[in-house]
Nanobody, 125 residues
Framework: QVRLVESGGGLAQAGGSLRLSCAAS????????MGWFRQTPVKAREFVAS????????YVEESVKDRFTASRGSTKNVLILQMNNLKPEDTAVYYC??????????????????WGQGTQVTVSS
């Protein structure tokens, strides 16, 4: 069983930056794609970014791609989400997800097998 633990959320001012981390443990040998999603109380969980552990292919949602990027951490099985120029509308709970598949843009929740508990990001204006 893969366990995902997010960290790095918190409060930021508009225009600021936050860096989220997701540490995967357990049966990670079969975790081939990891992604970030976010959810607010009034919106369904939406895709932010994903990255393939096999070849490093990165997908970032169009609406945030000029401000957010995902990467593999320097430590094995760590996923990073770097968020710059934050806006109040980025306020959400951010979730890390993992799947045993790779090779395409995994941008819907049903594509993922494992989920973290989420970390709150709040951006003040």
């Amino acid at each position: 069983q893969v366990r995902l633990v997010e960290s790095g959320g918190g409060l930021a001012q508009a225009g600021g930056s936050l860096r989220l981390s997701c540490a995967a443990s357990g049966g990670t040998s079969g975790t081939l794609t990891m992604g970030w999603f976010r959810q607010t109380p009034v919106k369904a969980r939406e895709f932010v970014a994903s990255i393939s552990w096999v070849d490093g292919t990165l997908y970032v949602e169009e609406s945030v791609k000029d401000r957010f990027t995902a990467s593999r951490g320097s430590t094995k099985n760590v996923l990073i989400l770097q968020m710059n120029n934050l806006k109040p509308e980025d306020t959400a709970v951010y979730y890390c997800a993992a799947t045993r598949h790779w090779g395409r843009n995994y941008n819907t929740t049903r594509m993922y097998d494992y989920w973290g508990q989420g970390t709150q990001v709040t951006v003040s204006s």
